[in-house]
């Protein structure tokens, strides 16, 4: 894990067009503007959409309320996206006072919220996608949607990592997390290496260089998975394997993977994907 980052947390952000426990409703139209938005493409593209614990009191005016007091900052929101009737995001709790105290409750077992500060006007319930201005999503023990709960990634027991298309075309992937269970894994194993994630960042991104130099396939049907193995904790099995149990085909071990995995090794595992990923598409096709 990086550097200034304690616990990556994954889960809603806010349910779609559902009357949340303040009696608002927040519509898709509403997040998907709020996502192609140039205030979010610059806050992404400078991991700087940080947030605080709780929203800011009666203490502040409302103009201050509405910025973002760094002094009190203990997360940031690395990424959202669509997904069905929720909007999805990955939050990491961030290395400073109030951090130290969020990573604290979770790890304590305390299943945060979260909630969005923003304005915007109303009609009837539903808050306005026009006018609405996102500022940030501040961390809350009861959030006003009940739905908008986080859990630590590396806590799941469901650590399966899919290939998605991000919405803005970037060429990029972004990591899903799915509800398959992986009876083998070894949750303690993953919670001790903090170089997990960042390898399996330079997997997809070479994946994905590969890509471009191919046929520019669709990843969509697959998944992309890594294992501890039983005989080194710093070594992974890396598998990819077909969303569709309708197809006769055998999850694969593409290669292995740890800390300091070399180029030669991730092209090798790059092309065992693109190659797998073709069969797919193709049975997909028949």
Known sequence: MKDGILKILKGPLSTLG??????????KELWQNVLDSEYWKDMMANNSLCGEVVHPGDERSESDSFEIDTSKVSHRIKEAHIEGDKLMGTVEILDTVEGRNLASLVNAGVTVGISARGIGDLDGDTVDPYTYQLKTFDITLRPSDPNARLVPLTESQKLHFNFINEADE?????????????????????????EYYDVLNKIISTTIEEN???DNIDFKNIKLLMMPTTSDTNRYKVIVSSYNDKLNKDDLVVGYAS????????????????????????????
């Open 259 to 286: 800390k300091d995995i070399n180029n030669s090794d991730l092209h090798s595992i790059a092309e065992n994907i693109i190659e797998f990923t073709k069969q797919i598409n193709m049975e997909m096709e028949d």
């Open 170 to 194: 970037s060429d990029t992937l972004i990591l899903k997390e799915s509800t398959d269970y992986i009876s083998s894994l070894d949750n303690s194993t993953i919670d001790k290496n903090d």
């Open 212 to 214: 471009k130099n191919a």
């Open 18 to 27: 559902k009357k949340n426990r303040n009696g608002r409703i927040y519509s």
